[in-house]
């Protein structure tokens, strides 16, 4: 039988399309392992009770000659965040615990139409405005590759559903780096496109301005393939001729902001996958200074506060004390948080954009660790780092949370293990809707770096 | 602030309770000088 967590969707993609591997197979294997490791990693807030249905259905096509897309017939499990017609859509909040929407998201529904099999709705960090997905409702997503640590959040519950292979593929929400932090805590790939690239329409907010959707899989081939399902567009196909081909990629480091904040642990496995970039790929490392790093940061915090608090009024007002306290403090500070100093923290984004797009004007990419640190424990709620104290929650958005506001696609890869054996990422960024040289650039990384091994949960 | 709060957004909240929020809030604005951002070379005008 294939084991999801070894393969990627066009490994796959050649079985099931010949029948040498039945949709419904796949499905079957994939929900023992889900009740094998559901109550310990708390993936899963709903199971889809169509998936077997479905699957048959998918199956018959393929028998007919039919078939849709590379995901035909392959398991998708959604963030509890994205609105489904056949599941609830809690947000991992209880306030929507019974709520039915009417649709499937609109990014959901294409995946859909491509053949794919929504299996479940995953666990999250209520209304994804926490990034370690300690949930008081539905549990705390656990680490497979270390079950004592958290997953990381938001999107926590996929970014571990495709760690273990539960499914093909995972689909997350990132405001501050939802989707990187938990794929890089659990080895897998992550990916935040531009701001704009993907429809939100059908997905909880957090913050409108800064959302954006994205995938997270096993490689980056398979983001590729699952970002042109989502968007309807051929943004990278195998066939295409690369940008990058003949010349020498300029890559910026902020060596100062890696040697000043980024664990020894982290920085030790960050070093040695640039030594590999460098010595067997054509690039340059150019230093770069990102003197803006805390504004950016602290523009981010007050817009995400405004917006998440005009969102969530309906609910303060008389089910304040159904939210997890953590989460309700934070949305409630937005209410005094007033015009102006939002309207700055907006501008301030703008004019770090600008500042950005200049110094990436001989740059193709920024690359730097995606989290500073390990995973944490679950009971960790402050750390040292290089001699600082720094909050849990701080420290895992500490070098996802600029992208947002800069609006730049960025992607976390795997790029190796800690002596502890616990997963790093290797984070990429490019300027705003340079989505598929984004791509090119991480897959030849990639190809450098190798992938991991499954976590020990499963092996 | 924390009357018109109450008021414009009809809160059940105790009283207190949103007055620390509130502190919190108005030390992290003051903190990250987020209103004293130069945007000199946004081609604003200085003071």
């Known amino acids: 039988m294939v084991d999801l967590a070894k393969t990627s969707i066009r490994g796959i993609h050649r079985e099931v399309r010949s029948l040498r591997i039945k949709p419904t197979k796949i499905i079957e294997e994939c929900l023992r392992r889900i009740h094998r490791l559901n109550d310990a990693l708390r993936i899963f807030i709903h199971l889809s009770e169509e998936a077997i249905k479905h699957a048959e259905y998918l199956e018959k096509e393929l028998e007919e000659g039919k078939c849709r897309s590379e995901l035909h017939g392959l398991p998708i499990a959604v963030k509890d965040a994205f609105y489904t017609y056949d599941m609830p859509t809690t947000g991992g909040s209880i306030i929507l615990k019974d709520y039915k929407p009417p649709k499937d998201a609109e990014v959901v529904r294409k995946l859909r139409d491509a053949g794919a099999i929504i299996i479940g709705k995953t666990n999250m960090h209520e209304f994804a405005f926490g990034v370690t997905n300690k949930n008081p409702h539905y549990g705390v997503t656990r680490n497979p590759w270390s079950i004592d640590r958290i997953s990381g959040g938001s999107s926590g519950g996929s970014a571990v559903a495709v760690s273990v292979g539960v499914c093909i593929g995972g689909l997350g929400t990132d405001t501050a780096g939802s989707i990187r932090i938990p794929s890089a805590l659990c080895g897998v790939v992550g990916y935040k496109p531009s701001n704009g690239l993907l429809s939100l329409d059908g997905v909880i907010p957090l913050s409108h301005s800064l959302d954006t959707v994205g995938p997270i899989v096993k490689t980056v081939d398979d983001v590729s393939i699952t970002l042109n399902i989502m968007t309807g567009k051929v943004l990278t196909s195998q066939e295409r001729v690369s940008e990058y081909e003949d010349r020498e990629l300029r890559l910026g480091l902020p060596r100062k902001l890696i040697e000043e904040w980024v664990s020894d642990e982290v920085e030790e496995v960050f070093w040695r996958s640039i030594g590999k970039i460098t010595s067997r790929s054509n690039c340059r490392i150019v230093d770069i200074e990102i003197e803006w790093f805390k504004t950016i940061s602290d523009a981010r915090y007050i817009i995400v506060l405004s917006e998440s608090a005009a969102f969530h009024l309906k609910w303060l007002r008389n089910r304040w004390s159904e939210y997890d306290p953590d989460v309700r403090d934070r949305i409630l500070g937005g209410l005094f948080i007033t015009a102006p100093v939002y309207i700055q923290a907006q501008m301030i984004r703008k004019s770090l954009k600008r500042k950005f797009l200049k110094m990436m004007k001989n740059l193709d990419a920024v690359i730097l660790p995606t989290v500073p640190i390990e995973a944490p424990r679950v009971e960790d709620e402050e750390l040292i780092v290089k001699n600082k104290k720094i909050g849990v929650r701080r420290a895992l958005l500490f070098l996802t949370e600029c992208f947002n506001s800069l609006g730049t696609p960025a992607i976390t890869i795997p790029c190796g293990l800690t002596k502890g054996n616990l997963p790093v990422g290797l984070q990429i960024a490019t300027k705003p809707y340079e989505d598929t040289q984004l791509l090119e650039i991480a897959e030849r990384f990639e190809g450098v770096l190798g992938r991991l091994p499954e976590p020990p949960i499963i092996r | ?47």
Do not use: G, H, Q
């Not at chain 2, 309770?17 to 004293?36: G, H, P, R, V, W």
């Open chain 2, 1 to 47: 602030m924390m009357e018109m709060v109450r008021r414009i957004y009809s809160l059940t909240i105790p009283e207190e309770f949103l007055l620390k929020i509130s502190e919190n809030i108005y030390k992290f604005i003051e903190a990250s000088k987020i209103l004293e951002y130069d945007f000199v070379e946004d081609n604003v005008p200085e003071e």
